[in-house]
Structures are given as C-alpha cells and as structure tokens.
Antibody, heavy 119, light 105 residues
Framework: QVTLKESGPGILQPSQTLSLTCTFSGFSLSTYGMGVGWIRQPSGKGLEWLANIWWDDDKYYNPSLKNRLTISKDTSNNQAFLKITNVDTADTATYYC???????????WGQGVMVTVSS | DTVLTQSPALAVSPGERVSISCRASEGVNSYMHWYQQKPGQQPKLLIYKASNLASGVPARFSGSGSGTDFTLTIDPVEADDTATYFCQQSWNDHTFGAGTKLELK
C-alpha cells in the first residue's frame, strides 16, 4: 500500500525559507523509475507543479521557480524534501507530494499540508 | 510553458454523458493525464497517458485524444462525480489545466 504524508511549518514570515518533508511508504526511491514530485495549490485555485526527484537523483524544477527551489531525498528513511527560499504571500498554498513513475503521471498523492506566509 | 486550456464549468444531470475537454498550446504526444479532486481532498488519478484507466477507477470514466486535443468522458454521470477535473501534461515538464468544475443538476 502506497502512502505519502507531507509535513511543514504551517506558518512562516515573508523572506524566510520554507522546508517541507514528504514521508512515504509502499515504494522506494532507490527503485529504478521511481520518483517523487511536489505540487502546490492556493486555496480555491489550480495546481502548480514545482519539482521532481528521481531514483537516480535526477532533479527537475519548474522553470518559473527554479532559482528558489531545492529538492532532495533521503532514500534510507523514505523521505523527500523541498525547500523554497525567500517566500512571500504568493507562496501561501496547500503543498502536496506525489509518487511519479516512468510515464510521468502522479499516481499517489499525500493529503497535503497547508502553508501560510504572513507577517 | 505548455498551456492547457479547460472549460471552467459544466452542469449535467445524473445518467447523462459528459465530455470534458483539454487543449494544449503545443503537442504533448499522448502524455496527458486526468485527475479528479473533491473539496478538501487531494487529487486522484483517473486516466494516464490519454486513454488508460487508473487502477480502481470505474469504467464509466474514459479518456481519448492525442497531440493537442484531449477529452475525459464520464458515461453515465453519477452524483458522486461532482468534483473538479484537472488535465496534466508531462511531455514538456509538467503543467496542469485550470480545472473544470462539474456540477450535477
């Protein structure tokens, strides 16, 4: 059974760095073809892809946010991480992590974690 | 960026057939996927690579298309299908459509 769960700070101030953790089970990021992606959704709005990390440590970023994003993983502990630097109110959203495979669709999603950026 | 355009909303009666469209600004081969999202829940994969039904998804859902024009069809629609439906392409990075809100009459 594949499960993913996101965790984060809840609230942070503008200009700070947002650190998110995705803890998963039922698959391994050391398995060929496996990956984890991060997607966010402001309240009442659409989905925005942020970044993917793959089993071989390949990383892909949304070009519009690339300068602010860092994705990483801890294979032994079944975790993936995302850092977003210099946040502002536009980064307020629910952040999801999801499993991704070779055809590059997100087949299992976490429940999401709400992040609010406010002074 | 590959922009995906969806109609914003549709209203149908239970038992009817509904088609939800997604048009890409450039060709995405068949790397188009569809998700259902109900209020307060995470998205759920319905269709992958244009026409493949995801595991556990009822056969009332189907997908078609290639290149730039894709369609998600629900036939027949049930009350539980009230949700927002998003398309997503993975041919050129990843982008999502803005979503189509499906309401039942």
């Amino acid at each position: 059974q594949v499960t993913l769960k996101e965790s984060g700070p809840g609230i942070l101030q503008p200009s700070q760095t947002l650190s998110l953790t995705c803890t998963f089970s039922g698959f391994s990021l050391s398995t060929y073809g496996m990956g984890v992606g991060w997607i966010r959704q402001p309240s009442g709005k659409g989905l925005e892809w942020l970044a993917n990390i793959w089993w071989d440590d390949d990383k892909y970023y949304n070009p519009s946010l690339k300068n602010r994003l860092t994705i990483s993983k801890d294979t032994s502990n079944n975790q993936a991480f995302l850092k977003i630097t210099n946040v502002d109110t536009a980064d307020t959203a629910t952040y999801y992590c999801a499993r991704i495979g070779g055809l590059r669709y997100f087949d299992y999603w976490g429940q999401g974690v709400m992040v609010t950026v406010s002074s | 960026d590959t922009v995906l355009t969806q109609s914003p909303a549709l209203a149908v009666s239970p038992g009817e057939r509904v088609s939800i469209s997604c048009r890409a600004s450039e060709g995405v081969n068949s790397y188009m996927h569809w998700y259902q999202q109900k209020p307060g829940q995470q998205p759920k994969l319905l269709i992958y690579k244009a026409s493949n039904l995801a595991s556990g998804v009822p056969a009332r859902f189907s997908g078609s298309g290639s290149g730039t024009d894709f369609t998600l069809t629900i036939d027949p629609v049930e009350a539980d299908d009230t949700a927002t439906y998003f398309c997503q392409q993975s041919w050129n990075d990843h982008t999502f459509g803005a979503g189509t809100k499906l309401e039942l009459k």
